[in-house]
């Protein structure tokens, strides 16, 4: 069975995957989540977050045997363990993520989108380090297809994300290149464009690319689906 490690994105924390965790153990597997630099119990203050930090982060958390999940900005700490450490780890599989090309930040992969379906929401801190997403957008934007228990979880947990990480340029090579990868595109995502997925996720061999019928939160929506999906492609991966 395998050994997953769920990397949450952008203002989320551990707490996110917290109904796909006992899934993925339903099915055999073990599964770990951390909180990134400045997120969940995480202590780090914002202004020191770096896209190096997440990175040591992921690094610090993985060992050769494990299969690395990262959600939408979660894609980025992933891919810059892989450059780092590819010894480190079994595979990567992107959740509705970004995928990196060579020396983009996330950022500029957001800009570089079809459509541009947050920049209405966020919400600068007056400092400018950090961004919170509006109340008013986060349902449709994360979780419109999510049971109804889920927005009070989630607004007691969210927090500002840190703006320096998601600006900084992300070289990626032959060391990238050599982890294994797997793409889950969601179909109904109101955040990241599923038409953009797909196109992120087009240098992954087709046979390790999956879709499901779900908002930006799948691990909320369709958690034991997700967990099936999971499951088959960990069986998949060298």
């Known amino acids: 069975m395998a050994s997953f490690l769920l990397v949450h994105g952008s203002c989320h924390g551990a707490w996110c995957w917290r109904d796909l965790i006992p899934a993925l153990e339903a099915l055999g597997h073990s599964a770990k989540a ?5 997120h969940g119990a995480d202590p780090t203050p ?14 610090h958390a993985s060992t050769a045997d494990t299969i ?10 992933i891919s ?5 450490q590819p010894d480190t780890m ?16 996330m950022a500029e992969m957001r800009r570089l989108g079809p459509r541009q379906t947050i920049a209405h929401a966020v919400e600068k801190s007056p400092d400018g380090l950090s961004y919170t997403v509006s109340a008013e957008a986060i349902p449709q934007l994360f979780y419109h297809d999510c049971p109804d228990n889920i927005l009070p979880y989630a607004y007691a ?16 090579g032959a060391k990238f290149d050599t982890v294994p990868k797997a793409y889950i595109r969601t179909t109904d995502d109101h955040t990241v464009p599923t038409e953009y997925q797909a196109t992120m996720s087009a240098l992954i061999p087709e046979e390790m690319r999956r879709t499901i019928d779900s908002s930006h939160s799948p691990f909320f929506s ?3 689906e997700l967990a099936q999906i999971l499951s088959e492609l960990a069986d998949k991966l060298p």
């Open 34 to 38: 951390i909180d990134m630099p400045s």
């Open 46 to 59: 914002v202004a020191e977050v770096t896209l190096d930090s997440c990175c040591d982060a992921v690094l």
């Open 68 to 77: 690395i999940v990262g959600h939408s900005w979660g894609g980025y700490p």
């Open 80 to 84: 810059a363990a892989a450059e780092a």
């Open 90 to 105: 079994r595979a990567l599989i992107y959740l509705c993520a970004y995928v990196p090309k060579d020396g983009l930040s």
């Open 157 to 172: 947990r969210l927090c500002p994300q840190a703006i320096h990480p998601q600006e900084t340029p992300l070289p990626t």
């Open 222 to 224: 369709h958690p034991r």
